[in-house]
């Protein structure tokens, strides 16, 4: 079993569809064979609530029942922007309408989610609007900061007791407008693919240890990685790249760099990025990804 208080991993229905894997099946293979027990789960708007009114949980209930089962931890996120492209998860009928009414729509969603989920007793917190205040990464991306606090104030009402963590933008920034979050999540990207081809982001362990001891020192809010990059980034979906352009960005070296670099932050636990990559690769045939990251995760 990999340590929960160390390392987490992201787990999207959408990935596991986007690469053809049976979701179910995946997350058997993260919980059993990978043997994570802390999880990032989605609670996809465009997913649950296809009609206005109309709500359908069975996806996510199962995955609860599953991690319940062999007793892991969930964050569960909340709102319409939530990991997983298009990074802003709007039903349809929702983007259609006014700006006004969508945002009721949106509250009103946000209330089903806590409401029916908040006796989970594996559900130890809460991920709000993930990378809220990004607008140039995505779709429909729609920045509403009184909004925000107003979601943010809303679970709080329904749930006092359970931590609720934020990211603000990506991988920089801290928090000093309201809704100041409970818990501060940051994402750590080292290779990233853009107009100009792949380059090197800017960020290093002593940026991130700077910022987290700012962080602490100016809000006493604990900080931790909510998103490694662990799967590749190109000029293509994954699934349409060869493994010799995903490894331009992320092969085993790269692995087993970044999470060296993220340990060195000293801010658990670490949530990685790329579970349903990892498995697919497996299922191609190429064991080698997930030992890089099995070996990697190892206690030191």
Partial sequence: MIDPTQFGVSFSIKQCRNFGLDPQETLGWLINKAGFRRFRLMSYWDEHEKTPGQYD??????????????????????GARQPRWPENHWPAWAWEASK?????????YIRTVVQRYKNQGCIVSYQLENEALLVNFGQRAEVDR?????????????????????????SWGIPVREPIPNIVGFSYYRIIYGSRGYSKAFHTPTLHRIRKWLIYE???RPVFIHELQ???????????MSSGEQAKSMGIDNIQ?????????????????????????????????????????QPR
């Fill in 146 to 170: 009184r909004r925000l606090r107003e979601e943010f104030a809303l679970v709080k009402a329904l749930d006092p007791d359970r931590p609720v963590i934020m990211t603000t933008s990506t």
């Fill in 100 to 108: 006004p009414e969508r945002s009721v729509a949106l509250l009103q």
């Fill in 230 to 240: 662990l799967e590749p980034w190109g000029p293509q979906a994954i699934w349409k």
């Fill in 218 to 220: 100016l809000l006493n």
């Fill in 257 to 297: 760099r970044n999470i060296q670099l993220a340990r060195k932050v000293k801010a658990p636990p670490i949530d990685l990025w790329g579970g349903e990559w990892w498995y697919w690769r497996l299922k191609q045939g190429d064991a080698s990804i997930w030992q890089a990251v099995e070996a990697a995760t």
């Fill in 57 to 78: 949980f069975s996806e996510l209930d199962w995955q609860l029942q599953i991690i319940t089962k062999a007793g892991g931890e969930v964050t569960l996120c909340l």
